[in-house]
Antibody, heavy 118, light 110 residues
Framework: QVQLVESGGGLVKPGGSLTLSCAASGFTFSNYYMNWVRQAPGKGLEWVSYISTSSTYTNYADSVKGRFAISRDDAKKSLYLHMSSLRAEDTAVYYC???????????WGQGTTVTVSS | QSVLTQPPSASGTPGQRVTISCSGRSSNIGSNTVNWYQQLPGTAPKLLMYNNNQRPSGVPDRFSGSKSGTSASLAISGLQSEDEADYYCAAWDDSLNGYVFGTGTKVTVL
């Protein structure tokens, strides 16, 4: 079955950097667009970024543009989110999600928590 | 920043029907299909409805979806205690070239 497992979260100081990973299994990873979605404590869902197959296309929410970078390694069946210049408002649970097509996030990981605090 | 507007809460007694609305604009709901996600307390979101009114395998037919113009709605008929969760609508936004979520609706079973 489809499984997505995020890792790499933790406590980081404002202005710092962190890289999240998402290990995929149970499907042909290279065939699917992938997304990162985050949820601040007690708040709703916020789409962060997507990456297309073959890494041809990427895009980001305005709130993270220029600070975050999404990437993928199809050989390792892994998705990454490189985060820099982190701010307190980036504190959230970060989920990776498989895009099944027509911008439908069919499968989600369990999430990894990022806390930005001094 | 949520672009799609939902009521913050909805409630009903077991067996009742509850409807959640989702309001957007021409660049998102007006141009693209709507998905709904269910998030049970302390868990990751789960796809509940896609392409406006299609249920993934395993989702009970008590859940139904519809879309008209720049609005969509999710209905839960025969409300059950296990339906107590947060529900989010979502759609692709052509202007943002990104995905937008609704503000979320907390459903309480009285």
């Amino acid at each position: 079955q489809v499984q997505l497992v995020e890792s790499g979260g933790g406590l980081v100081k404002p202005g710092g950097s962190l890289t999240l990973s998402c290990a995929a299994s149970g499907f042909t990873f290279s065939n699917y667009y992938m997304n990162w979605v985050r949820q601040a404590p007690g708040k709703g869902l916020e789409w962060v970024s997507y990456i297309s197959t073959s890494s041809t296309y990427t895009n980001y929410a305005d709130s993270v543009k220029g600070r975050f970078a999404i990437s993928r390694d199809d050989a390792k069946k892994s998705l990454y989110l490189h985060m820099s210049s982190l701010r307190a408002e980036d504190t959230a649970v970060y989920y990776c999600a498989r895009d099944y097509g027509t911008a439908t996030m069919s499968d989600w990981g369990q999430g990894t928590t990022v806390t930005v605090s001094s | 920043q949520s672009v799609l507007t939902q009521p913050p809460s909805a409630s009903g007694t077991p067996g009742q029907r509850v409807t959640i609305s989702c309001s957007g604009r021409s660049s998102n709901i007006g141009s693209n299909t709507v998905n709904w996600y269910q998030q049970l307390p302390g868990t990751a979101p789960k796809l509940l409805m896609y392409n406006n009114n299609q249920r993934p395998s395993g989702v009970p037919d008590r859940f139904s979806g519809s879309k008209s113009g720049t609005s969509a709605s999710l209905a839960i008929s025969g409300l059950q205690s296990e339906d107590e969760a947060d529900y989010y609508c979502a759609a692709w936004d052509d202007s943002l070239n990104g995905y937008v979520f609704g503000t979320g609706t907390k459903v309480t079973v009285l």
